[in-house]
């Protein structure tokens, strides 16, 4: 169902529920490269597209780079992980509205020798404090995604700029998180992966979980309609009927029984 703000806007603009749907076959999603990675999207857009004719055609990016697209009007939906940059979407009057969608978590993975020491831990901050210390290699995304921002959080939580060391122990992939990963693993090197895609990614090498279970490692995504009043080319209904599908029975349904090796890589918490 159409927030009834959302439907005044659509009127405003001329557009109908009904019309803005039989006009609008396909919706642009800018989203993350963890939700396509994962697999989850090739997973649950099948079933929205089979019940509604809508075609999503999804742009895997960095959380940055999804939300620098989507300010460009290059986009009718944002799915993403970085709350406080969603907010602030909607705040400049890029979104509508966002909500919640699902979430997992963050691990921090690195060789099985863990030469800095953290192998069991359940401390971020500690983690990362220990590996800054012994200067071992540590690739990062440095892509300005949601990973890479919630990474950059805890650097600065545990009192260090790692980018001062870049290009030694430090590393800069400037990568998504599958390419990364490749880095870190080539590299022995420890890495801030999203849970869903270490679990989706095969050349792990010797590579392993080292830490996770710390609450600030908790990784929340979103879902916002690009604003139809920024960008008048915004496909806002068929946007809009993609969003009320996700957070709604079906699409929520649909996240939570998306398995990878009989483990869930994503919990649903639209409501």
Request: aromatic fraction near 10%.
């Given at each position: 169902m159409i927030p009834d703000f959302i439907r005044a806007s659509l009127v405003a603009l001329g557009l109908t529920a009904s019309a803005g749907w039989a006009e609008e076959?396909?919706?642009?999603?800018?989203?993350?490269?963890?939700t396509q990675n994962s697999g989850l999207l090739d997973y649950i857009l099948p079933g929205f597209e089979a019940e509604t004719g809508i075609d999503?055609?999804?742009?895997?990016?960095g959380t940055g780079q999804a939300i620098r697209n989507a300010v460009n009007g290059d986009g009718d939906v944002l799915l993403v992980h970085s709350k406080p940059a969603e907010e602030?979407?909607?705040a400049d009057g890029w979104?509508?509205?966002r909500f919640d969608v699902m979430y997992n978590d963050f691990v921090l993975v690195g060789p099985k020798s863990d030469p800095a020491g953290i192998a069991g831990g359940d401390d971020i901050i500690a983690a990362l404090t220990a590996v800054a210390e012994a200067k071992?290699?540590?690739?990062s995304r440095g892509d300005d995604s949601g990973?890479?921002?919630?990474?950059m959080r805890h650097w600065g939580a545990a009192g260090n700029d790692p980018t001062a060391a870049s290009g030694t122990w430090y590393r800069e992939a400037g990568a998504g998180m599958g390419a990364t990963l490749n880095v870190a693993s080539g590299m022995g090197a420890y890495v801030l992966t999203d849970r869903a895609?270490?679990?989706?990614f095969g050349n792990r090498g010797d590579q392993e979980i080292l830490v996770e279970g710390d609450p600030r490692l908790f990784n929340q995504y979103g879902v916002t309609l690009v604003n139809p009043e920024k960008h008048s080319g915004a496909r806002a209904a068929a946007g809009q009927r993609f969003i009320d599908w996700l957070i709604?029975?079906?699409?929520?349904?649909a996240i939570e029984s998306y398995m990878l090796d009989g483990q869930q890589l994503f919990f649903p918490n639209a409501n």
């Open positions: 076959p396909y919706i642009i999603v800018q989203s993350t490269t963890s999503v055609r999804v742009v895997a990016v602030q979407f909607v979104g509508v509205q071992v290699p540590f690739v990973t890479h921002k919630a990474e895609t270490w679990l989706s709604g029975p079906d699409g929520q349904a």
